[in-house]
């Protein structure tokens, strides 16, 4: 009789490990779904030019860097966008949640994008890019979080 209750009581404890394993693994993955989105969301409106929508996105941080982007933005600039038939797509390939988990960062691919690398120049659409965006997490809610020009 010791030996059944001595088991029933070993498979609830494993039970109740895997199940609160299982609860913490889906809490990163959700705090990374939720990095993932927030930066797509701020990539979608950042490389479309719609500064204004990116900034609610931003830590307070970044935004000095959004703002400063959004005026060395010429009407050559917004010329060459409106001359596309395409908008900027952009696309996740990965995201890493960092070891705090109040930081992330999320690699994406973003095509038909305008590329502004001259002073003095207007920009020009390119295919495809590569950039990768530091999430943190502030209140609960991830932000887009840089220290330079995106």
Not at 46 to 64: D, H, I, P, V, W
Request: charged share 30%; proline share 1%.
């Amino acid at each position: 009789m010791n030996i059944i209750k001595s088991r029933k009581t070993t498979a609830y404890i494993f039970a109740f490990m895997g199940l609160f394993v299982s609860l913490l693994l889906s809490c990163s993955d959700k705090d990374a779904n939720t990095a993932e989105e927030r930066a797509l969301a701020f990539a979608q409106n950042y490389f479309n030019l719609r500064y204004k929508q990116s900034l609610t996105l931003c830590t307070e941080n970044a935004k000095k860097w959004i703002v400063f982007r959004a005026t060395n933005i010429t009407q050559e600039d917004v010329d060459v966008i409106n001359a596309q038939t395409d908008t900027a797509e952009c696309e996740i390939d990965d995201v890493e949640l960092n070891d705090d988990e109040t930081t992330a960062d999320v690699k994406m691919t973003i095509k038909n994008v305008l590329v502004c690398d001259s002073i003095g120049k207007h920009g020009s659409i390119k295919e495809k890019i590569k950039k990768t965006l530091r999430m943190r997490k502030v209140s609960g809610n991830w932000y887009v979080d840089t220290e330079c020009p995106i």
